[in-house]
């Protein structure tokens, strides 16, 4: 019989304070490029605009500031041009999120069935959200055209006269909707489509077996599932709405939003007074007031999904 000897205890290495001190910074050091990329590219920018918008600035001499306090955005609400924006940015908005989100949920929900050229659908679903805003704005623009445009052809065809797209208030704001509507409703149904994938497959077999129809299935079990993905749109969709630029500016080519400012956007508002009109200060006022617009309405859209939820909660 052999007897061993017990093993000594095994003493952890002593951890010198240098390794402790690198031990603690390192996580921080991981993070730091993206808070100095942020600080240097997105917070500098707004802090900054933010002080800029309480100076009488101009493009020409941006290097003489005079102090104005608050005058910009008392001037702003002077301005029947800001509010005349402020209106066509919310018409805009709601004639181009709400049948694109409509038309999104349906598509995705198209998608989700067992079609020929599933992939090919989803991938054509993202080209107009490929596709160059300048190139799709310029050839919409052609086909809003009241002299030989394709839509008034069509409108002809069916007895009615050609709309002037470019000058009517109402036109001009749905041609303009169209184009958004035409670039992002394949974005959201692709987004809706993930959504809907990562439901239960459980939920629709048991609502089959309960004798639930293919509509009911879509009330009750698609729709609560992608509530989430819903609000992210909404949310998404309401600051691309409030941001508007690009295709107002590129329909006639104009910051003014044509002649009587019947589809001028904030975004255009503001593109015209800092560099149509060279007032550097109204123009970061303008900016403020659409960060501060954003702020409220994404909150909104929160505050009604979280009353909405604890709501169901309590049933």
């Known amino acids: 019989m052999t007897l061993t000897a017990p093993a000594e205890p095994v003493t952890p290495p002593r951890t010198t304070p240098a390794r402790r001190l690198r031990d603690r910074l390192s996580p921080y050091a991981y993070v730091a490029p993206f808070f100095t990329l942020f600080a240097a590219f997105g917070l500098f920018p707004l802090l900054y605009t933010a002080f800029v918008s309480l100076y009488r600035v101009e493009l020409q ?15 702003l609400l002077g301005d029947e041009f800001f509010w005349t924006a402020l209106r066509n940015t919310f018409t805009i908005g709601v004639l181009s999120t709400v049948p694109q989100l409509v ?41 809003f055209g009241r002299d030989f445009g394709l839509f008034n052809y069509v409108l002809g065809l069916v007895g009615i006269g050609p709309i002037d797209w470019q000058n009517g208030t109402l036109a001009s704001q749905i041609a303009v909707s169209t184009i958004v509507i035409w670039r992002w409703t394949g974005y959201n149904a692709l987004i809706y489509l993930a959504g809907m994938q990562s439901i239960p497959s459980e939920l629709y077999e048991a609502a089959e077996m309960d004798g639930a129809s293919r509509w009911r299935q879509f009330l009750h079990v698609t729709l609560p599932g992608l509530r989430p993905t819903i609000l992210f749109t909404v949310v998404v969709s309401t600051i691309g709405a409030t941001q508007l630029f690009g295709e107002p500016l590129l329909f006639e080519g104009s910051m003014s939003g044509g002649i009587s400012h019947q589809y001028q ?38 505050l009604v999904a979280r009353r909405r939820n604890r709501k169901e909660a309590g049933r």
Not at 62 to 68: L, Q, T, V, Y
């Open 61 to 75: 001499t941006p290097g003489d500031m005079e102090w104005r306090s608050l005058g910009n955005y008392t001037a």
């Open 103 to 143: 038309m999104a949920l349906g598509l995705a929900h198209l998608l989700n069935y067992r079609l020929r050229a599933r992939t090919f659908l989803r991938t054509a679903m993202l080209l107009p959200y490929a596709t160059s805003v300048a190139a799709a704005t310029l050839v919409f623009a052609q086909l």
């Open 265 to 302: 956007t904030l975004g255009l508002y503001l593109y015209e007074q800092g560099w149509g009109f060279f007032h550097l200060g109204r123009a970061a006022a303008i900016a403020w007031v659409m960060f501060l617009l954003i702020l409220v309405l994404v909150g909104a859209n929160a």
